[in-house]
């Protein structure tokens, strides 16, 4: 993907993405009551965190470029 207006773009929607994910996550671990029930939730967090650096540093990550 060469478009640097896509790239940012999906950029913004992965980090608005896991933000979601993390915000809503932890509002569902607060209402938890054993630990069985909190799996998921932190998983979750877990996962948008993930999203959440993969963004950043993807972007400032070189791209290799094989010219035939």
């Known amino acids: 993907m060469n ?6 773009a999906i950029k913004i929607a992965t980090i608005a993405g896991s ?8 509002m ?4 938890v009551t054993s630990v069985k029930e909190a799996i998921m939730p932190l998983v979750t967090i877990l996962v948008g965190v993930a999203a959440f650096n993969y963004a950043m540093t993807a972007s400032a990550a070189p791209q290799i470029v094989i010219n035939k």
Do not use: C
Request: glycine letters at 0%; a positive charge.
């Open 3 to 8: 478009n640097p207006t896509v790239k940012k």
């Open 19 to 26: 933000s979601v994910l993390v915000i809503n996550a932890a």
């Open 28 to 31: 569902s671990l607060m209402k």
